[in-house]
């Protein structure tokens, strides 16, 4: 993974790079928080299909990125993990 790491580093110090980057950075954190919760729970896409209706194949295509839930399915992903929807907005950090 250090190599990974190390070319993202580099890349962003591409301006241009950094700026689309920064601004995908909330998609990132949305895949990263439904794996997470998902995993948490100790679920397999399967199960957590069966527990909310969803097709594993959308939870799939969630998680990889090639799909952008609406906030109902996010609240529903959220069902099916016997957890509740948290969205917040926060200040953004000075540079």
Avoid: C, H, W
């Amino acid at each position: 993974m250090r190599k990974f790491n190390d070319y993202r580093e580099e890349q962003l110090r591409d301006e241009e790079f950094r700026k689309e980057y920064e601004n995908m950075q909330p998609e990132f954190d949305i895949i990263r928080a439904i794996v997470n919760a998902r995993i948490s729970k100790n679920l397999t896409q399967k199960e957590l299909a069966e527990r909310t209706g969803i097709n594993q194949a959308d939870i799939s295509k969630l998680e990889n990125g090639t799909r952008n839930p609406t906030v109902n399915l996010l609240k529903r992903l959220a069902e099916g993990m016997d957890m509740v929807l948290k969205i917040e907005f926060v200040p953004k950090q000075k540079a």
